[in-house]
C-alpha cells in the first residue's frame, strides 16, 4: 500500500489540506495551491515547510520535496505543515518557481486553470499593478507553526509571539489557560461559529522553555483578513527613541507595520519603555548619593560651557537641582567658582537671566563690572560701554548649542541624564585629543586662520610706534593700540 503524507497548506488565514504521495511533482503541488487558493499566482510566492526543530525549510524542487518524504518516513511522521509565503507582487523574482512555471507550460501543455473561467482582472488590462509594501510584521505569521517548536523565553516570550501571529494573520484568540507553567488560546470565535483552532503549550522542566504540544492550526470559523486596528494590540514596547512624540510613533507603526493604533497605546507604550530601559524615574534620585530631595519631578538642569582653543564648546560643570532658585545657583556657582578662581583668569558670563542666576554670580564673583541689565546702566546692555572682557561672543548660543547637545537625554530620570552626559563628554574630549594630536600650527587651527586673516587685511595699514608696546595704526582712521594692556581705542578688542 502506498503511504501518503497530509499536507497542511497554510497562506494568509487559510489552510488546505492535501496528500502528498511519492508520485507527486512540485508541478503538481504548485498547481494545486494555485487552484485552491484565491489571488495566488505562479512565480508569486515560495514554500517552506517545517519539521520538528527545523521550522523553515526550503520546498521548491523536486529534490526538497523526496528528501522531505524521505525525513517524514524516517520521522513516522504523517503529516506536515508548509507555510506559503506571498512575495508581494515583486515580478522580479527569478527563484524556481519561475523555473517551474515554465515546466508546467511546457510539459503539461495546459493552463492552470479552466478555459471555461475568466480572470475577472483580465478586463482591467494589462497594466502594472502596485505591488505591496514589505513591513517589518511579515515575518510575524512565522511565529506559530508546528508541535513540539520551542520557545526559549519561556511564557513571556510564547505570549508575545502568539499576539504578533495572531495580530499579523488577523484573528482574536481566547485565554482557556494562562499561568507560568501552561499557556492554552483558543479562537475568539469558539463558542459562535465552533471555530476548532487551538494550542496548548506548557514548560519542559528541564530546559526551562515553553514548547507547543499540541497545535491545530486550522481555523473553521469566518474567514478572516489582517485588520489595521486589532484587539490583540497591547501597549507593550522592548525599546523606544525616547525623543520620538506619541504623534510620531502612530505615524512608524503605520508606515513600517500597517497597523493603526491610538494616541493612548503611542504614549503609554513609550512611558513603558521609558521605565524598563531607564528604570523608575522616581526611584533614580535614590542611586545619587548627594541628592537627598524625595521629590519625583525631573527637576532642573544647570550647566556652565566655556570655549576651547578651537573656539567649540567646552561644558565646564553641570548638575541637577530640584528647581532653579537662587539658592541653587549659588550652590552650583560656588563649585563652578572653586575650580575657575585658582586659574587667576578673567571670567565673563553671558545669561539668559532665569530666576536665581542674577543673585548667584553676584554672590560667589567679585567682578569689578557685571553683565546683567540690573540698574539699566548702559554699560549691562550696551557692547560698546561694557569695561569687561567679552572675547568676540555676541551673544549666549554656546547655551544653546549646549542644550541641543544634550537633548536626546533631557527626558530621563536623573540618573540616566548624568550618564549620558559623562558618556558623550568622554567621547568628545577622546575625539578632540585625537585631532589634536595632528595639529602642526603653534596656535589651534581656527585662531591661526584668524590671525592669518586680520594679518592680509593690516598689509596696507601703516603703524607708528609710541614706545615698547603702545601703537598707532593708520587704517580709515587711527587708532592707539596697547599690547601690554591689550585694548585699542576702537574698542573692538574688548567686544
Known amino acids: 500500500m502506498e503511504v501518503c503524507v497530509i499536507a497542511k497548506c497554510t497562506y494568509k488565514s487559510e489552510t488546505i489540506m492535501f496528500s502528498v504521495s511519492s508520485e507527486s511533482s512540485m508541478v503538481d503541488i504548485l498547481k494545486t495551491l494555485c487552484l485552491r487558493f484565491r489571488g495566488l499566482q505562479l512565480g508569486c510566492f515560495t514554500l517552506r515547510y517545517s519539521v520538528p526543530n527545523y521550522p523553515s525549510c526550503f520546498l521548491e524542487t523536486d529534490s526538497d520535496l523526496d528528501l522531505m518524504r524521505t525525513f517524514l518516513l524516517i520521522s513516522n511522521e504523517k503529516t506536515v505543515d508548509i507555510l506559503v509565503k506571498d512575495l508581494c507582487g515583486i515580478s522580479e523574482y527569478s527563484g524556481d518557481f519561475c523555473v517551474n512555471n515554465e515546466l508546467i507550460a511546457c510539459e503539461k501543455g495546459e493552463s492552470l486553470c479552466s478555459s471555461t473561467v475568466e ?38 516570550e510564547f505570549r508575545l509571539k ?31 461559529e465552533g471555530c476548532s483552532w487551538r494550542v496548548y503549550a506548557s514548560r519542559c522542566e528541564a530546559t526551562g522553555s515553553f514548547v507547543i ?45 500597517g497597523i493603526d493604533i491610538s494616541y493612548y497605546h503611542a504614549w503609554f507604550g513609550k512611558e513603558l519603555a521609558k521605565l524598563d530601559i531607564h528604570g523608575d524615574e522616581s526611584k533614580s534620585f535614590n542611586e545619587l548619593v548627594w541628592y537627598a530631595d524625595a521629590s519625583k519631578y525631573k527637576g532642573q538642569l544647570l550647566c556652565a560651557s566655556g570655549k576651547n582653543g578651537n573656539q567649540g564648546f567646552y561644558p565646564l560643570a553641570f548638575g541637577v537641582v530640584d528647581s532653579e532658585t537662587e539658592e541653587n545657583w549659588t550652590w552650583f556657582l560656588q563649585h563652578l567658582a572653586f575650580i575657575l578662581l585658582p586659574m587667576g583668569r578673567v571670567v565673563t558670563f553671558f545669561s539668559d537671566r532665569n530666576q536665581g542666576s542674577n543673585g548667584g554670580v553676584g554672590d ?95 598689509r596696507t595699514w601703516a603703524v607708528r610706534r609710541s614706545n615698547c608696546t603702545v601703537f598707532e595704526v593708520f587704517a580709515d582712521y587711527s587708532v592707539m593700540v596697547d599690547l601690554e594692556q591689550r585694548t585699542c581705542s576702537c574698542r573692538l578688542w574688548q567686544i
Open 119 to 156: 480572470d475577472r482582472n483580465e478586463f482591467l488590462g494589462r497594466s502594472k499593478r502596485a505591488s505591496a509594501k514589505p513591513l517589518l510584521s511579515n515575518e510575524w505569521e512565522t511565529y506559530i507553526h508546528h508541535v513540539g517548536q520551542k520557545f526559549d523565553g519561556g511564557a513571556e
Open 364 to 458: 560667589c564673583w567679585e567682578f569689578e563690572s557685571k553683565a546683567f541689565i540690573s540698574d539699566l546702566s548702559r554699560d549691562h546692555y550696551a557692547n560698546a560701554f561694557f569695561k569687561g572682557m567679552r572675547y568676540g561672543e555676541m551673544a549666549n548660543s554656546l547655551a544653546e548649542s549646549f542644550n541641543n547637545w544634550v537633548g536626546v537625554f533631557r527626558d530621563l530620570p536623573v540618573l540616566p541624564l548624568i550618564e549620558g552626559i559623562r558618556q558623550k563628554l568622554m567621547v568628545l574630549n577622546s575625539q578632540r585629543r585625537f585631532e589634536a594630536e595632528k595639529w602642526t600650527t603653534v596656535l589651534c587651527p581656527e585662531m591661526e586662520t584668524r590671525l592669518c586673516e586680520n594679518a592680509e587685511a593690516g
Open 213 to 257: 504540544r499540541t497545535l491545530n492550526n486550522v481555523h473553521t470559523c469566518a474567514g478572516r483578513i489582517r485588520e489595521s486596528k486589532s484587539k490583540m494590540m497591547r501597549s507593550r514596547v522592548n525599546s523606544c527613541k525616547t525623543e520620538l512624540k506619541p504623534v510620531e510613533i502612530i505615524h512608524e507603526f503605520k508606515d513600517y507595520y
Open 162 to 192: 502568539l499576539c504578533k501571529y495572531a495580530l499579523e494573520v488577523g484573528f482574536n484568540f481566547l485565554h482557556a489557560g494562562n499561568d507560568k507553567k501552561l499557556v492554552v488560546a483558543v479562537c475568539s470565535n469558539k463558542k459562535l
